[in-house]
Structures are given as C-alpha cells and as structure tokens.
T-cell receptor, first 113, second 117 residues
Framework: GDSVTQMEGPVTLSEEAFLTINCTYT??????LFWYVQYPGEGLQLLLK?????DKGSNKGFEATYRKETTSFHLEKGSVQVSDSAVYFCALSGQAGAQKLVFGQGTRLTINP | DAGVIQSPRHEVTEMGQEVTLRCKPI?????LFWYRQTMMRGLELLIYFNNNVPIDDSGMPEDRFSAKMPNASFSTLKIQPSEPRDSAVYFC???????????????FGPGTRLTVL
C-alpha cells in the first residue's frame, strides 16, 4: 500500500539556519503530495502541496519539489525562525478518486534563538 | 469561514463511560474524516464519510467505536465503553470531493484531547 517515510526527529536548529526535512514515499501512479504543520495545541494546517511531478509547492518561505524519479518531497527553508518550531507531517493522497491522506510519522522541529 | 469546529476541546472521563466527540465541517465540504493521534502510533485515519455516507471505517479500532453523520453539518464519534488506551487527540477534517475542479486539501479542526482514567 501507499506509505510515507519522514526523517526522524527531533530536529533542533539555531535561528537563521537552513532547514531540510526529508520525505520519501511509496505509491502507485501519481499521488498528490503535502506538507502539514502542527503548532503546539493546534490541529494540522496545510503548509504547501504539489500535485504533479516537478511541481514546487511554497509558502511562508518553505519549499518542496515533487521528485518522481527519487519519490521524494523534501521540505526546505533557507532561514528558520523561532516561530517555525512545530511538528511537520509529510502526506500523500492517492490517484484521482482516492480520498485518504497517508501521513508520515511527523518530525518535531525546535528552533533556538 | 469558521473552519472545522470540534467539541469539546478537552474531555476527561473514567474507564467504562461513554464519550461523544462532535464535529462541524466547513460549510460546503462534503467529505469528513476522523483521525486519532497518539505518540506511539502517530496520526491514524479512523473513518471517513462522503456526502454523509461512511465510505471506509477500516481504521476504527474496535466495536466500541462508532461514528455517524446525520447531516452535512454534523458528525459524532462515540466510544462506549471507553478505556485508558483510548486516550489520544481526536481530529476531525473536511474537504470538498475530488473531481469538482477544486483542491483536495483536507482542513483540520483543533482536536479533542481525550483522557480516560
């Protein structure tokens, strides 16, 4: 079945550091790919998404590129802030008509001032 | 738009009691999802509905769990009887159906933190 594997956390960085959180997936066909973020005490919020190969999703300085050849969707940010501290989830949605989101295990990110 | 609304936000109950969690999806959304989040198992899909009809309940852990969606603006997740291992954060999410020319993004509510003593 479909699955998502994320870089294990927790990840701790200093403010203004470069961030990469790795995500790889296994799926048949052409899934849509998502990054969700969960701030403490809140529900998940969509951060960005990409629906086809080579698409780049971006939001709030975060970026991720849908790489079909490596089945990856790594999350990057050039300069992180303390306010980026959260748990980040990579997810996929299967082919058209498939409605389930399959989530990775989440990566906890802490940014120190 | 108020977003997905869940109630209560926190629930503490004793083992054996019935627990009912409630969800109001975003108006106009016709798919609704119930998830459970724990440290050990991460985020698990329990059940989802399309147009108020349950489509896949394979994630519902046991017969003690049941979910209903009597209309497009309301859903419940019931646990009867509750057990300590049911302690978790339960999320509701909604989205539009695919194939309507819209995004397939799921929008999550703030969750209900359930503690069963």
């Amino acid at each position: 079945g479909d699955s998502v594997t994320q870089m294990e956390g927790p990840v701790t960085l200093s403010e203004e550091a470069f961030l990469t959180i790795n995500c790889t997936y296994t799926a048949t066909g052409y899934p849509s790919l998502f990054w969700y973020v969960q701030y403490p005490g809140e529900g998940l919020q969509l951060l960005l998404k990409a629906t086809k190969a080579d698409d780049k999703g971006s939001n709030k300085g975060f970026e991720a590129t849908y790489r079909k050849e490596t089945t990856s969707f790594h999350l990057e940010k050039g300069s992180v802030q303390v306010s980026d501290s959260a748990v980040y989830f990579c997810a996929l949605s299967g082919q058209a008509g498939a409605q389930k989101l399959v989530f990775g295990q989440g990566t906890r990110l802490t940014i120190n001032p | 738009d108020a977003g997905v609304i869940q109630s209560p936000r926190h629930e503490v109950t004793e083992m054996g009691q019935e627990v009912t969690l409630r969800c109001k999806p975003i108006s106009g959304h016709n798919s609704l999802f119930w998830y459970r989040q724990t440290m050990m198992r991460g985020l698990e899909l329990l059940i989802y509905f399309n147009n108020n009809v349950p489509i896949d309940d394979s994630g519902m852990p046991e017969d003690r769990f049941s979910a209903k969606m009597p209309n497009a603006s309301f859903s419940t997740l019931k646990i009867q009887p509750s057990e300590p291992r049911d302690s978790a954060v339960y999320f509701c999410a909604s989205r539009t159906n695919p194939g309507q020319g819209r995004t397939d993004t799921q929008y999550f509510g703030p969750g209900t933190r359930l503690t069963v003593l």
